[in-house]
């Protein structure tokens, strides 16, 4: 069965950073690609960032790019997300979620998603 676990989140001022980790377990992503997604108070949900477990091709969302950076840790199965420079815009609940073969910004085309942890930046 597969899992992915997020954990990482939590409150901080306009202009500090967070890294958020995904954990993933269940089954092989080798051919997956990875992403995060986020869902802010009263909007859709929206793509941020994606990776394939190669670490070969990275995308990112216009709004969070040079601020955000995706990574994994192929030994740990294991996503990143280190975002600095946060604003109170970003405040959400980022959810990771896993794509078997191409990447693709749409949430209805990932296979598999987790609990969501919640970022909230202050002001």
């Known amino acids: 069965q597969v899992q992915l676990v997020e954990s990482g989140g939590g409150l901080v001022q306009a202009g500090g950073s967070l890294r958020l980790s995904c954990a993933a377990s269940g089954r092989t992503f080798s051919n997956y690609f990875m992403g995060w997604f986020r869902q802010g108070p009263e909007k859709d949900r929206e793509f941020v960032a994606a990776i394939n477990w190669a670490g070969s091709s990275i995308y990112y969302a216009d709004s969070v790019k040079g601020r955000f950076t995706i990574s994994r840790d192929y030994a740990k199965n294991t996503v990143y997300l280190q975002m600095n420079s946060l604003k109170p815009q970003d405040t959400a609940v980022y959810y990771c979620?896993?794509?078997?073969?191409?990447?693709?910004?749409?949430?209805?085309?990932?296979?598999?998603w987790g609990q969501g942890t919640q970022v909230t930046v202050s002001s």
């Open positions: 979620a896993a794509r078997h073969s191409t990447y693709s910004t749409a949430t209805q085309a990932y296979d598999y």
